[in-house]
Nanobody, 128 residues
């Protein structure tokens, strides 16, 4: 059974930074493309960022480009989301996602449907 455990969320002032981590256990981490999604209160879940199996390809939500960076360490079975210049509208529960693939693509469905595995989420609150 694959398990994803997020950490690193918390309360931060606008303009601040946080680094989220997601540790994956259960199967070969390098076989998964990884992603981060978020869901704000009263809103639909939305794609934030994703990274290919090798780390050579990444995708970002337009509103986080230049502020967020996704990376992975296959030796540590961990994916990261570095978040800088945080805004109140970034407040949400952030979820780690893993999708088994044989390709080098980093593409995820924007609504997260069909993704193989999810973490339980970590709350990020950005105060104004």
């Amino acid at each position: 059974q694959v398990q994803l455990v997020e950490s690193g969320g918390g309360l931060v002032q606008a303009g601040g930074s946080l680094r989220l981590s997601c540790i994956v256990s259960g199967r070969a981490f390098s076989g998964y493309k990884m992603g981060w999604f978020r869901q704000a209160p009263g809103k639909e879940r939305e794609f934030v960022a994703s990274i290919s199996r090798s780390g050579g390809s990444t995708n970002y939500l337009d509103s986080v480009k230049g502020r967020f960076t996704i990376s992975r360490d296959n030796a540590k079975n961990t994916v990261y989301l570095e978040m800088n210049s945080l805004k109140p509208e970034d407040t949400a529960v952030y979820y780690c996602a893993a999708d088994l693939t044989t390709t080098w693509s980093s593409t995820f469905p924007r609504d997260g449907r069909g993704v193989d595995y999810w973490g339980k989420g970590t709350l990020v609150t950005v105060s104004s």
